[in-house]
């Protein structure tokens, strides 16, 4: 049978591009929340977010090539490709001459393209056409594609945060239907504009408290926790059939054992929705709770959304919840929507890889819902052999995903 294994890794975080500086930020517990000057002239009460300088893109500018669109999602997610190729060791012309696909994921337009075009109309009455495709959710496939001289399954997924999760697990299954032999796989979100910041600070999903400590803001599962912190970024794996890595002396980091999705309808069915996502994974991959090694928790730090992760966690591994390391990289990097999922993903080949958990920080002290053991503060060195990965979505999708270290 085919077996789907991932031989690269391409992280754009708001705390770290590239594997060596994620993972160095990921493991030690640095933030990438910092304050936003694009925001000191709007009505937003928060003034901080994950925003990556630009600077770090501009230090791979050579990657880039000239004729992409000036947009953030297409240069992250470009950039996220380019690097998770590099370190797969697939040259361009290896990638076009197998039975390739890029499936990218994501939740919003080009919110800075939005925004400026905005801004741009109101003063001069013009629009530029060029922005319809740089601020299109499937342009980030699309320059992904025209790069590696590749036509064929091309495709753009929108569940939310779950996008880039999502993505990962389709093209794993396609390599497991063996439509496809090799995939370029994740997702994109440049969402940090004025306009949908407002929003989020208006529907409460930002927190207003802490724009003097935004190295503190986000606390997944603490009881002073307000509310999750918007960032941007891209996560970008690829994905190969085993026997054909093995062909080409790949390096395999882990496999893909299987996900489980679902979608909550009501309010009262929230709790329900993880539980059957994460239930159904492990059905998928064959498992029990027994095999399941630490959790990479959706863990926003959305004061209802860490009580109901953490209530379906304790009714799907019972007892064994407590002895389960459970912890949140969006303490760190806050919620890049579609590239969260991805970027979890990241984080965790990496655990595995270092026998280190990476913490929660920001929890000095767990709500008294929340009382698995999360890893706060600090890391922790752990054997990883398999772990599960959440995503949860706004409108109610949920992710959860199955990775067994090779």
């Known amino acids: 049978m085919p077996e789907a294994v991932i031989t690269g ?27 936003i000057k694009s925001l000191e002239d709007s009505k937003c009460s928060c003034q901080i977010a994950g925003e990556i300088p630009a600077e770090w893109i501009d230090s791979r500018s050579q990657d880039l090539p000239e004729w992409l669109p000036d947009s953030k999602s297409c240069k992250f997610s470009l950039l996220a490709a380019v690097m998770a190729l590099e370190d797969a060791g697939l040259a361009l012309k290896d ?77 794993a299954n396609s390599i497991l239907r063996e439509e496809a032999d090799v995939t370029v796989a994740g997702g994109v979100d440049a969402s940090l504009s004025p306009i949908f910041m407002n929003a989020f600070c ?30 941007e970024g891209a996560g970008v794996v690829v994905l190969e059939e085993k026997t054909r890595a093995l062909r080409r002396n790949a390096k395999m980091y882990a496999s893909f054992n299987g996900g489980g999705m679902s979608n909550v309808l009501t309010p009262s069915a929230m709790k329900s929705s993880f539980y059957e996502a994460m239930a159904t994974a492990l059905t998928n991959a064959r498992l029990s709770i027994s095999d399941i090694d630490y959790i990479s928790a959706c863990g926003t730090g959305h004061r209802l959304m860490d009580h109901v992760e953490t209530k379906a966690i304790k009714e799907l591994f019972g007892s064994r919840a407590y002895n389960l390391p459970v912890s949140s990289i969006k303490s760190m990097i806050g919620n890049p929507g579609a590239a969260a999922g991805p970027l979890q993903i990241i984080a965790t080949v990496l655990a595995m890889q270092n ?20 890893v706060p503060i600090k890391g ?16 109610g999708s949920v992710s959860s995903l199955i990775i067994s270290k090779v």
């Open 9 to 35: 890794l391409g992280p754009v975080a708001p705390n770290g591009i590239g594997s060596p500086m994620f993972w160095e930020a990921i493991s030690t517990g640095r933030s990438g929340i910092r304050h």
């Open 95 to 171: 990638f076009a001459h197998r039975i390739p696909a890029i499936y990218m994921g994501a939740s919003n337009l080009d919110m800075e393209v939005c925004h400026n075009e905005y801004q741009s109309f109101f003063k001069q009455r013009t629009a530029n056409p060029g922005s319809l495709f740089s601020a299109s959710p499937h342009t980030p496939a699309t320059v992904i594609a025209h790069y590696l001289k590749n036509s064929r399954n091309v495709i753009t997924i929108s569940t939310a945060c779950t996008s880039g999760a999502v993505c990962v697990h389709f093209a």
């Open 202 to 231: 208006s529907a409460g999903l930002s927190p207003s408290g802490y724009n003097d400590r935004p190295e503190e803001a986000s606390r997944p599962f603490d009881k002073d926790r307000e509310s999750g912190i918007l960032s």
């Open 355 to 374: 026998s280190y958990i990476p913490p929660t920080i920001n929890l000095i002290e767990p709500e008294k819902k929340c009382d698995l053991d999360y």
């Open 380 to 395: 922790r060195i752990a054997r990883v052999k398999r772990a599960m990965i959440n995503i949860r979505g706004l409108g």
